[in-house]
């Protein structure tokens, strides 16, 4: 039903790794699945979004999910609902017309004209949900519960980088920490060359009991937030660390803290924004 939460499913399902495609005629199923792949064995999902914006070629949804079993493709259809009350506070809300109204109909009248419609694909459904009392993360948790094979902390992409404040605060950081009050290898001659990557620089910098003492509160901390991202549905997180140049103190403790997050079970990404400046520098 349209204002049922397709918008949120889509997201959902990119960002579960699915190649999503809207309002997309049935009668192209098969075909877009060969594009994108789907019976090639590597692994690759699809998820379709097919509603009464097609209108006469919406009926054509049956046979095009017949088709995708008749080539071995496997499929599941899910139907979104919501009270047609439901459905017209958020319309009323978002001050929006039903899509498929015609000229002169009311979006009450659109609507129950919409459910008559689908009433034959409700039925067919493998999966039902009634969004009506649920807000877009529930929606988001129900549909990561049915598809995804992750566990709910791994859902969360947590990309962790370094970076030197001489080279300008990060954007795009949601927690960033300034580690500039640490003991610094530059200061020592044999490690100026060196980097945050390099076991002297490392053992340095994490060895160092102010270090120590630091990083056991950096990882309570995040052991009290990250949960609570996860619990709100965050798709992506980013973690900045920064020091005076982004070559060693940073780069170490932007590691430990990958290594530490990535035992706790988050799905990690690691890099290191300015280290190719300061090594060139």
């Given at each position: 039903?349209?204002?049922?939460?397709?918008t949120e499913?889509?997201?959902?399902?990119?960002?579960?790794?699915?190649y999503?495609?809207?309002?997309?005629?049935?009668?192209?199923l098969?075909?877009?699945?060969?594009?994108?792949?789907?019976?090639?064995?590597?692994g690759?999902?699809?998820?379709?979004?097919?509603?009464l914006?097609s209108?006469?070629?919406?009926?054509?949804?049956?046979?095009g999910i017949?088709?995708?079993h008749?080539h071995?493709i496997?499929?599941?259809?899910?139907?979104?609902?919501?009270?047609?009350?439901v459905?017209?506070?958020?319309?009323?809300?978002?001050?929006r017309?039903?899509?498929?109204?015609?000229?002169?109909?009311?979006?009450?009248?659109?609507?129950a004209?919409?459910?008559?419609?689908?009433?034959?694909?409700?039925?067919g459904?493998?999966?039902?949900?009634?969004?009506?009392?649920?807000?877009?993360?529930?929606?988001?948790?129900r549909?990561?519960?049915?598809?995804?094979?992750?566990?709910?902390?791994?859902l969360?992409?947590?990309?962790v980088?370094?970076?030197g404040?001489?080279?300008?605060?990060?954007?795009?950081?949601?927690?960033?920490?300034?580690?500039?009050?640490?003991?610094?290898?530059?200061?020592?001659?044999?490690?100026?060359?060196?980097?945050?990557?390099?076991?002297?620089v490392?053992?340095?910098?994490?060895g160092?009991a102010?270090?120590?003492a630091?990083?056991?509160?950096w990882?309570?901390?995040?052991?009290?937030?990250?949960?609570?991202?996860?619990?709100?549905?965050k798709s992506?997180?980013?973690?900045a660390?920064?020091?005076?140049?982004?070559?060693?103190?940073?780069?170490?403790?932007?590691?430990?803290?990958?290594r530490?997050?990535e035992?706790?079970?988050?799905?990690?990404?690691?890099?290191?924004?300015?280290?190719?400046?300061?090594?060139?520098?």
């Amino acid at each position: 039903m349209s204002g049922a939460g397709r918008t949120e499913a889509m997201h959902t399902f990119e960002d579960l790794g699915y190649y999503v495609i809207d309002n997309l005629p049935p009668s192209m199923l098969l075909q877009l699945a060969r594009i994108v792949g789907i019976d090639t064995g590597v692994g690759r999902h699809l998820a379709v979004v097919c509603d009464l914006r097609s209108q006469g070629l919406f009926d054509e949804l049956k046979d095009g999910i017949q088709e995708l079993h008749d080539h071995e493709i496997s499929t599941k259809l899910i139907f979104l609902d919501a009270s047609d009350e439901v459905l017209r506070r958020r319309y009323a809300l978002s001050r929006r017309r039903n899509p498929i109204a015609m000229e002169g109909e009311s979006n009450v009248e659109a609507i129950a004209r919409e459910r008559h419609q689908l009433e034959n694909v409700r039925h067919g459904a493998d999966v039902t949900i009634d969004t009506s009392s649920l807000r877009p993360i529930e929606l988001r948790r129900r549909l990561q519960g049915i598809f995804s094979e992750l566990e709910e902390q791994q859902l969360m992409d947590v990309r962790v980088f370094s970076f030197g404040f001489k080279y300008g605060m990060p954007q795009e950081a949601d927690l960033m920490i300034d580690v500039r009050f640490l003991p610094n290898p530059y200061w020592d001659p044999q490690m100026r060359a060196l980097t945050g990557e390099d076991e002297k620089v490392r053992d340095f910098v994490l060895g160092h009991a102010q270090t120590k003492a630091f990083f056991s509160a950096w990882t309570h901390l995040l052991d009290a937030v990250m949960p609570g991202y996860v619990a709100e549905g965050k798709s992506s997180l980013s973690i900045a660390i920064g020091c005076s140049g982004g070559q060693h103190r940073s780069v170490a403790l932007a590691a430990a803290t990958a290594r530490y997050l990535e035992d706790e079970g988050y799905r990690v990404s690691l890099f290191h924004r300015d280290l190719p400046r300061a090594q060139r520098g």
